[in-house]
Structures are given as C-alpha cells and as structure tokens.
C-alpha cells in the first residue's frame, strides 16, 4: 500500500462505521487516501471523521468544484491507483451496475480506470435478491472486483450473508490480489468443473454433488493473475465473467472431448470436475414406470479423462483433484502416481469446511516429487490463489 493512490468510496449503510478503520489503517499502511461519501453516508458518519484519518479533502458534492481549473470527479478518477467501495449498498451496487451517475461517487467510479474493489454490505435478503446479484454479476464481468461480506448477526437484527468484511481482510485481499496480477500472463490454463449427468431417461439421470465453485474459484482467480483461461464446465448454477471461454457440457463423455480438444494448446490444465465413473449401458428415450419389485440397471466405465490427459501429456503441467472420506492423502498420492500427473489437490469431503457446496475448502497440494504443502481452511478463491502459485513454484523449479 505504501505510496498507493487510494480513493475509497463510502455509500449509506451502517457499516460505514467501519470504513472509518479502514482509512485509518490504509493511512498507516503508508497510502494516499481520498474519500468520496454520498449524501446518505454523512447520515452515519460525519464527513470530519473522514478528513481527519484520512488527512485529506473528503468530497460529497458533485457541484462542489474548489479548483475552477479542474474536474474534481475526472481528477479524482485519473488519480485514483485502487478505488474501494466499501461498504457497497445495493443502492450505489444498482447505480454502477446501469451506468447511472447522479452524485460525486458514482460518477468518480464509472470514470476510473483504477482497479475497482467492492466490499458489500447489507440485509441477507437484500444480497439474495434476483436483481442485486444480476447487478453484482454485471460489474463483475466488466472486471471489478468483489470481497464477499461476512455471514453473522446483522444491525437490522437477521443472521446471514451481509456483513460487511473487516478492514484488516479488506487490505488483505485487496494487497494479495495486487501482488498477484500478472504471476499467469501470457500462461494458458485450461480447467474442468462441476458434476457431469449420466442419462436413465428423459426425466433422471445418475449425478454428484458437485456444485463446482471451486473449479469456478480457480478459472477467476487465474484470469485476475493475467492467465487465458478456457473453463469446461458441467451444469452447475455458478456465474463467471464473460472474459473466460466457457465450455458447457452435460455427461462425461462431453468433457472428455472438450478437455481432450483443448488440451494440446494449455501450459496449464486443473481437472477439478466430479465426473461420472460409470453410466448407464442402456438409456430409455421414455420415462421408465414403477414396476413391481426392483429395479435392475447395468452400469458401464466413462473415459478416464484425467489418465487420458496424462497419457497425452507434453509439456502441460497437469493437475489433478482428489476428494476423498477417508485415507484421503493415500488415495491421492496412488493417484497421482498412476494417471502421470504433476500435482494432485487433495481434500477430505467429510471434513467440516471442506465439502461440496461449501464456501470454503481444506486442501493439500501434493506435486510429483511427493512435497505436501497444506492449505488451511479459507475461502475457495483464496485456495485458488494458493494453488496456482503453488504450480507456478513448480513450473519454475523444473525450469531451473
């Protein structure tokens, strides 16, 4: 942060309280902090707070031009190294999201060409609504980027998603991103995710429980670091910026094309989609009755992408998942060894924290040379970042 030009943009919630911790430790970070309020963040915090942490002008009316010389909005906008939004009601999410530019902050953000970071903060059932998450996804495909608030009690008295982050996770991520960009330009990454669907009939199918944010978490958190990124995805119902080739397939036998088509051109490919082991022999093209007695359905194998991959290895560096209930890091290692992999990530699904749908994950990284590196439970995307740095480690050590 040291020297970083920082605008932080504070928009009417009650959690603009912690804003003001959040200049003052950006402050002592040693970065230059201007902040813009809006008229209902004044309502929460005195603009003097502001001014006083922060050492600074604070700026809260877009008809307010001090310097007759200058646009205080575009000026701003062009200083700007980092602008942080935080918190971000729905209300200044809305505005950004449709382009809509009626007061000094929200005209400062849509001019910037600094890195945006958005730190939501509102009712749990605000941040679930519909329209605030086409909203989030909106700005997330024009590439701002989202620090997703806390879960706990709320001011307005609910128990959920909606708190806004603290100041010290805010600098964190903010700074590890920061540090991140370009560790993947010019790299080529291919990645699987999600479940596949095996047909019965035309109203079942055999399936998983993968829900594939971690696959989806690994695709943005290579994309943020400067990779091209092609995602092969199973159906899942994760969203992911438009900037990444998404390939959308349904059984296995789909992603193992798709992954056997795009694999010669990749520097790097992560197989971290649940596919099907086996499928049925026979599907029906009607729906099957209930019959008395039991059902009898013959399964046979699907492609083994993964060894199909390590077959067809040159110089891709190829990572594996494992998701294991038990003997976790056995299986893993018998795995790495038999499909000819670089690396596998393995985790154990049964473990709090770990499993599928969670919105975190417990991993250990285990390369070919058998060296583990343990990944504590974080956020997925904060395990993305670990891992893909983890391969860029290796990828360097072969190179040595």
């Known amino acids: 942060m040291i020297n970083k030009n920082i605008v932080l943009g504070v928009s009417g919630g009650i959690a603009a309280y912690k804003a003001c911790a959040l200049t003052s430790k950006l402050t002592q970070q040693g970065a230059n902090v201007k902040v813009i309020m809006t008229n209902s963040a004044t309502k929460f915090v005195s603009p003097l707070t502001f ?14 031009e001090k310097d007759p010389e200058k646009i205080a ?3 701003l906008a062009d200083w700007a190294d980092v602008f942080i939004l935080a918190p971000a009601t729905a209300n200044i999410i809305g505005k950004i999201a449709n382009g809509i530019a ?10 910037t060409k600094a890195d945006v970071y958005v730190a939501p903060a509102m009712n749990v059932n605000m941040y679930g609504h519909p329209q605030v998450m086409k909203n989030m996804q909106t700005l997330t495909d024009i590439g701002y980027h989202f620090i997703e608030p806390g ?3 709320l001011a307005c008295g609910w128990i959920g998603k909606g708190r806004l982050e603290e100041p010290d996770t805010i600098i964190e991520v903010i700074n590890s991103h920061q540090q991140d960009r370009g560790l993947l330009s010019g790299k080529k990454v291919l990645i699987s995710a999600g479940p596949t669907r095996e047909k019965v009939d035309p109203v079942r199918f055999f399936s998983n429980r993968s829900t594939g944010k971690m696959g989806y978490k690994l695709a943005e958190a290579a994309y943020e670091m400067g990779a091209e990124v092609t995602l092969v995805s199973g159906p899942v119902n994760e969203t992911i910026t438009s900037a990444i080739n998404v390939i959308n397939v349904t059984t296995a036998e789909e992603m193992y094309q798709a992954m056997v088509d795009n694999f010669s051109k990749q520097n790097i490919v992560i197989k971290a989609a649940a596919v099907a082991d086996y499928r049925p022999k026979v599907t029906h093209e009607e729906k099957l009755k209930k019959q008395d007695g039991n059902l009898h359905i013959e399964l046979e194998r699907t492609k083994d992408i993964l060894k199909a991959l390590g077959e067809r290895k040159t110089e891709q560096f190829l990572v594996g998942f494992a998701a294991e209930t ?4 056995q299986y893993g290692m018998d795995k790495l060894k038999r499909k000819n992999l670089d690396a596998i990530v393995i985790n ?3 473990q709090e924290g770990a499993g599928f749908g969670s919105e975190t994950n417990i991993v250990t990284y285990l390369n070919k040379n058998f060296e583990e590196t343990e990944i504590p439970k974080a956020p997925k995307k904060e395990v993305a970042r670990k891992i ?3 391969i860029l480690q290796d990828m360097k050590d072969e190179e040595a």
């Open 73 to 75: 909005h575009i000026e």
């Open 102 to 111: 009626d007061d000094m902050l929200s005209t400062t953000i849509l001019a």
């Open 151 to 153: 879960a706990g009690y």
């Open 51 to 64: 001014q006083a942490l922060s050492r600074n002008p604070v700026f809260t009316d877009i008809f307010d």
């Open 388 to 390: 893909l740095k983890l």
């Open 348 to 350: 154990n699904v049964a």
């Open 326 to 329: 038990k003997d976790h890091k």
